[in-house]
Structures are given as structure tokens and as C-alpha cells.
């Protein structure tokens, strides 16, 4: 499958590049897409555990914390916490159904686990007017180039199981080597763009970038073995579905975001 693979990514880089590039409602849009698609691959997923109800009421909390995390308003904040406060109150009609409380908790943790971490997409690059779009590329970067290093040195070093029983092909060779190309790729990059980072910021940005990929993959992992799925989905040849393609996205851009946040612009 690595042709397919390549024109996915052929395609899709672009087209992530351009959205991250024209910034405002254009990655917005492209975030709530994106969400969109894997709040549905979520609920294929859990279908034999989220009532109806709850996944249209997920389809609406996905389009509210997009909107939250694009403007940032009070109105959208309130309709977040009115959204939280119906899918409680949506317990009390529901008592009636089979672990109604299981339902509307596997609804509330897809809304933050899809949206609640693409969202950070926009966040990341309205962050700072002038680095804002060069480190979201940096990050995306980052991720794409520790993926593909991780997946070439474990196929052909890869000796040592990482998490057999989530992800038997991950090895710690491949975490290794895919590690050592983040770390290298952050300084080139960083310095190609001139990043405002300092050399701590860049190995420590970048490691983190490995270790919480690393974990968003592995739990998405988790989440499709718990059912017997394969993949998430089917949208993208080569790559599965959205969850499988942005898996390690979804918890790196958070990271980078909150860092830059909370140290470098601090």
C-alpha cells in the first residue's frame, strides 16, 4: 500500500499546507471537516453502544467546539457549557435505555477527543501573528517526518516490541529512529524558518512531539482493538480512515501549542 499512501500524502499535504497558510474560517473549516469525519468514524466504532440520539447530539458538539476554539466568544463558550448541561440532562428520558450514562460518556469523550484536539489546529496558528503558521507547519512536519522515520528504521531494525498488545508492528528501534529524525528535521526546519525557539525549546518540543504521537497513536490503536476493527475507516487509501491518518497529530499539535503558550511567548 505505500503508493497509495504517497498519493494520499501527495494530495492531502497541500491541501493542509494551503488551509494552514490562508489561516482564519478556511482552517477552521477544514478542522471542522475533519472533525466532522471522525466523529463519524467514531461512532461506526461504538455503534452497538451510542444510541442515536447521542450521536447527532455528538455532530453538534463537534460544530460547537470548533466554533469555540475559532472565535473564542462568550456565545460559543455558552452554547458548550448549554451542550454539556443537555447531554447530562439527556440521561433522565434515557433511564429507560441500556447504559444511558455509558452512552452519553462515550459521547462526551469523542467530542473531546476529535474536535477538542483538532481544534488545536487553529489555536496553534493564531498563536502568534508571525509564527503562527510557520509552527503549525513545523509541527506537521515534524509529525509526518517522525512517522515516516519511525515506520522505515522498525521495518527494517525494528527487533524490540514497543506495545505488542496495542500495536504489535511498533518497535522501539523505529520510536529510536524516527526520534533522531524529528530531532534532526526540528533544528534544520527551525532554523530555515528562524523559529524563535532556543535549542532546549527544540529538542524539548520535538521529543515531545515523539512521545505524544507516539501515545495518540497508540490509543487510537487501543480504541479500534477494543472493538475488533482494523482501521477506522476506509476515506483515505493506503492510510485507513481520518483517525488513522491524524492519530498522532491530535495529541502533538496540542502539546506544541500549550509549550509555546506556556514558555516560548509566555
Known amino acids: 500500500?505505500?503508493?497509495?499512501?504517497?498519493?494520499?500524502?501527495?494530495?492531502?499535504?497541500?491541501?493542509?499546507?494551503?488551509?494552514?497558510?490562508?489561516?482564519?474560517?478556511?482552517?477552521?473549516?477544514?478542522?471542522?471537516?475533519?472533525?466532522l469525519l471522525g466523529w463519524r468514524e467514531y461512532v461506526m466504532l461504538f455503534k452497538n453502544s451510542i444510541h442515536a440520539i447521542y450521536i447527532w447530539i455528538g455532530y453538534l458538539?463537534?460544530?460547537?467546539?470548533?466554533?469555540?476554539?475559532?472565535?473564542?466568544?462568550?456565545?460559543?463558550?455558552a452554547a458548550m457549557t448549554l451542550w454539556s448541561l443537555s447531554l447530562l440532562a439527556l440521561l433522565l428520558p434515557s433511564s429507560g435505555q441500556p447504559q444511558p450514562a455509558a452512552a452519553?460518556?462515550?459521547c462526551l469523550l469523542g467530542v473531546l477527543y476529535i474536535p477538542g484536539t483538532l481544534g488545536h489546529l487553529i489555536a496553534l496558528r493564531?498563536?502568534?501573528?508571525?509564527?503562527?503558521?510557520?509552527?503549525?507547519?513545523?509541527?506537521?512536519?515534524?509529525?509526518?517526518?517522525?512517522?515516516?522515520?519511525?515506520?522505515?528504521?522498525?521495518l527494517t531494525l525494528g527487533r524490540h516490541r514497543l506495545a505488542p498488545a496495542i500495536?504489535?508492528?511498533?518497535?522501539?528501534?523505529?520510536?529510536?529512529g524516527g526520534a533522531a529524525?524529528?530531532?534532526?528535521?526540528?533544528?534544520?526546519?527551525?532554523?530555515?524558518?528562524?523559529l524563535p525557539l532556543t535549542a532546549l525549546d527544540t529538542i524539548v518540543m520535538a521529543l515531545g512531539i515523539v512521545a505524544f504521537g507516539t501515545a495518540g497513536d497508540l490509543v487510537e490503536s487501543k480504541l479500534k482493538r477494543n472493538v475488533g476493527a482494523k482501521d477506522s475507516g476506509d476515506l483515505l487509501p493506503g492510510?485507513?480512515?481520518?483517525?488513522?491518518?491524524?492519530?498522532?497529530?491530535?495529541?502533538?499539535?496540542?502539546?506544541?501549542?500549550?509549550?509555546?503558550?506556556?514558555?516560548v511567548f509566555r
Open 104 to 106: 452519553a460518556g462515550l
Open 61 to 77: 458538539g463537534t460544530m460547537l467546539v470548533i466554533l469555540a476554539w475559532q472565535t473564542g466568544a462568550p456565545p460559543a463558550l
Open 167 to 176: 500495536s504489535p508492528k511498533k518497535s522501539w528501534e523505529g520510536v529510536a
Open 126 to 154: 493564531n498563536i502568534d501573528c508571525t509564527w503562527g503558521f510557520k509552527l503549525l507547519m513545523w509541527t506537521m512536519a515534524l509529525v509526518w517526518l517522525y512517522d515516516t522515520g519511525a515506520y522505515f528504521f522498525g
Open 181 to 194: 529524525v524529528a530531532v534532526l528535521a526540528a533544528f534544520g526546519l527551525g532554523r530555515w524558518w528562524q
Open 239 to 263: 492510510h485507513g480512515g481520518v483517525l488513522d491518518r491524524f492519530d498522532s497529530m491530535m495529541f502533538a499539535v496540542p502539546w506544541v501549542y500549550w509549550y509555546c503558550r506556556l514558555v
Open 1 to 35: 500500500m505505500l503508493g497509495p499512501r504517497v498519493l494520499v500524502a501527495a494530495l492531502g499535504i497541500p491541501l493542509l499546507a494551503g488551509m494552514a497558510y490562508l489561516g482564519g474560517w478556511w482552517l477552521a473549516g477544514l478542522a471542522a471537516v475533519l472533525s
